[in-house]
């Protein structure tokens, strides 16, 4: 142990505390963002201002409690209010920062909560002195007068009730009432609490619940005669404060409800820097670069669209996203570093979630926001939800509960989305009607990658880490900081009607939905490069941006990526058979004049075009039949079979592809006013 800390602590806790706490910040990461982020301050304003973190770690730092040194630090640590009787630390899980006097002394601690775990309130404050000097903050520019208010360690609310951390005190002339346990109902039908009342040094308690008549007529007799107080006092006493702590518990239930709105501002740099990003003639190769440079190798297809995906949560339909790979492959890592770039207030993110679960989320806590959950065993029980809320939008749920009256009786759930649905798997067999609603992502698990990503976690360990992790950090928040900037526009796509996509499938119907939300969501990417035009939609003016045909050929390469195939699938000589056959459609829909989806052929008529003997050309054949490459039609009044091509010559060097996609080279210009909506909300 330490004996210079230990002894600093028996001279000065607060000081010596509020210098160690300051030493363990730079160990976290995330106590550093909550700095940078939430405080608005550097890393060497951090430092100068003595900005800590209590990382559990001081206990270790101190000899146990059965050793005396270590008995007289810990009973000094109580006293300062640094550690709890129970022994445990005030501040773990907390930001602190110092509280200073005139003198520029360190009087006491702010605590600010960034783990969930953590007790108490949001802010706690310890110190003897610091109520008197409650605005010498450090931080004071960045906390308005309400903050320092509920910051203070009890909050006066009238004149007779008092409350604290974890209790309430209630005073009636003589009498004292200390009440624990409040916070734990959640009905209005219930108010279970622990109650001691108290009269110079004379004491009774018990655990009642006050609705019951018969509870308090108990507790007001046991009171009376323990307290040797008359019982109509006692009854008096009970009655108002049953009427406070109604009034309360209302008020806290009501709260509850209420989900907790996060609204991030930003100050002039950071806007102007976030609007650089935006406006930024190479958006989308800049945003696989950044997300490169943050330690993601590689995947720059996967990382586009995942980026696209989790945008789209602004849109009326967003995309939803599924990363499929086998363990260890790196899909987690992918769809970090994805949610990494969005705002941290439009991120839900679960390890699982129950059947029900879902339909009791509030509806303002998922709406156009995005909810992430990592592999396939935390969404097995909730699939259906899922489907529903990706497919519809919102979510309907009937149950039965118990009204005001205590009667049984319907309740309705309804929570309203849409949400973007993100989501990471290792299994081959997830629910068919669930995929069919997302962009599935496959991770790249080569040896070359292998190989890259060992070489970023290598470079990890080298000197420049410490420059690296601040790079990461402001390129991160810059891309925060630009998803807040973008607004929910309608998009209108005036080249919709000329689009073209595949239909030989039912399931395409879903997928050319995707293909369309793809192309809106690049242009509501780039919507502070484009002129935002103004409509008159139902006596309701709306502010809609054009999708371009830069737009659609990017969508298009994604799709092909994504949602296509690579002819490395097919042996060579199907392979060779499908290049035939592309001749041969585009020389007979040339010679008579007609599109290429007009062109039928019989086997005959490939085997004199080719010169393919019948059986390999059965074989193979029926290869690019069930590959999809051709369709097949049964010929007029139960006749011989005829055949479509599908396949539009895409792919031949090898590069994955989907047909039916139109060369955005090839639009028409569209009419200059339209009156098709895409609606983005």
């Known amino acids: 142990m330490n004996d210079d800390f230990l002894n600093a602590i028996l001279d000065n806790p607060i000081k010596a505390i509020a210098e160690f706490y300051a030493s363990c910040l730079k160990e976290s990461e995330r106590a550093m963002a909550y700095v940078n982020d939430e405080l608005h301050l550097t890393n060497e304003q951090a430092t100068e201002q003595q900005i800590g973190f209590a990382d559990r770690t001081l206990g270790k730092q101190i000899p146990q409690r059965r050793i005396k040194r270590g008995r007289e630090v810990r009973d000094a640590l109580v006293d300062a209010g640094l550690y709890k009787a129970n022994g445990r630390e005030t501040m773990r899980g907390r930001v602190t920062v110092s509280i200073l006097d ?39 520019t960045n906390e308005d007068s309400d903050n320092e208010k509920d910051s203070a360690p009890t909050q006066q609310v009238d004149n007779e009730l008092i409350l604290e951390d974890n209790q309430i005190i209630f005073i009636r002339d003589d009498r004292r009432y200390r009440i624990r346990g409040l916070e734990k109902n959640k009905s209005t039908l219930t108010l279970k609490v622990n109650l001691m009342a108290s009269h110079d040094e004379l004491v009774h308690m018990d655990t009642l619940d006050l609705v019951k008549a018969r509870s308090r007529t108990s507790f007001i007799k046991a009171t009376a005669t323990e307290l040797y107080t008359d019982a109509d006092i006692v009854k008096k006493d009970i009655g108002a404060l049953l009427l406070k702590l109604e009034a309360l518990q209302s008020d806290r239930i009501a709260a509850l409800k209420q989900p907790a709105r996060i609204e991030v501002k930003l100050s ?39 980026y696209l995906a989790a945008t789209s949560r602004k849109l009326a339909k967003p995309l939803a996203i599924v990363i499929q790979s086998s363990s260890s492959a790196g899909k987690t890592s992918l769809m970090d570093a994805v949610l990494s770039m969005m705002p941290s207030e439009d991120v839900n993110r679960f390890s699982g979630m129950t059947g029900q679960s879902l339909f009791y989320l ?63 798997t290792t299994a081959l067999d997830i629910d068919e009607e669930l995929i069919n609603r997302c962009l599935i992502l496959t991770v790249d698990e080569s040896r070359n990658q292998t190989d890259a990503i060992q070489n970023i976690q290598r470079d990890a360990r080298a000197a420049v880490l410490s420059q690296s992790s601040e790079l990461k950090r402001s390129l991160r928040k810059q891309h925060q900081n630009a998803q807040r900037l973008i607004r929910p526009l309608t998009i209108v796509n ?73 002819l490395d699938e097919l042996a060579p000589q199907t392979r060779n058979l499908l290049g035939l056959l592309n001749n041969y459609v585009t020389d007979t829909a040339r010679a008579n004049a007609v599109p290429r989806d007009a062109v039928r052929f019989k086997r005959r008529d490939i085997r004199e075009a080719t010169s393919i003997g019948n059986s390999q050309l059965s074989i193979h054949l029926n290869r690019l039949v069930d590959l999809e490459y051709v369709h097949v039609h049964r010929g007029k009044s139960g006749q011989r079979y005829v055949y479509e091509l599908l396949y539009g010559g895409e792919g031949r060097e090898g590069q994955p592809f989907m047909m039916g996609l139109i060369d955005p080279g090839k639009f028409s210009e569209p009419a200059p006013t339209t009156k098709t909506f895409r609606a983005s909300r």
């Open 268 to 306: 002039d740099e950071e806007q102007r820097e976030a609007l650089a990003l935006l406006r930024s003639p190479n958006l989308l190769e800049r945003i696989v670069a950044d997300m490169d440079a943050c330690g993601i190798v590689g995947e720059s297809t996967n990382k586009l669209a995942g």
């Open 362 to 424: 509030d509806s303002d806590s998922i709406r156009h926001k995005i909810l992430a959950i990592a592999e396939d065993e935390g969404i097995r029980q909730a699939s259906y939800a899922l489907k529903l809320l990706q497919s519809e939008g919102e979510l309907r749920h009937a149950t039965v509960g118990r009204g005001e009256d205590g009667r049984s009786q319907t309740q309705e759930h309804h929570v309203e989305g849409p949400t973007q649905i993100f989501l990471t």
């Open 494 to 566: 005036p080249y919709a009607p000329q689009l073209t996509f595949a239909n030989n499938k039912t399931r395409l119907r879903r997928d050319h939905e995707k293909y369309l939300t793809l192309i809106d969501t690049i242009a509501l990417l780039h919507q502070h490069q484009r002129e935002v035009k103004h409509a008159t939609l139902n006596e309701r003016q709306v502010e809609y941006i054009e999708v371009t045909k830069n737009d659609i050929a990017v969508a298009n390469g994604i799709a092909g990526l994504v949602l296509g195939r690579s």
């Open 102 to 140: 005139n003198d520029g002394n360190v009087i006491g601690l702010r605590g600010y909560k960034i783990d969930a775990h953590a007790d108490g309130p949001d802010v706690i404050v310890v110190g003897d002195e610091v109520e008197a000097l409650s605005t010498n903050h450090t931080n004071d």
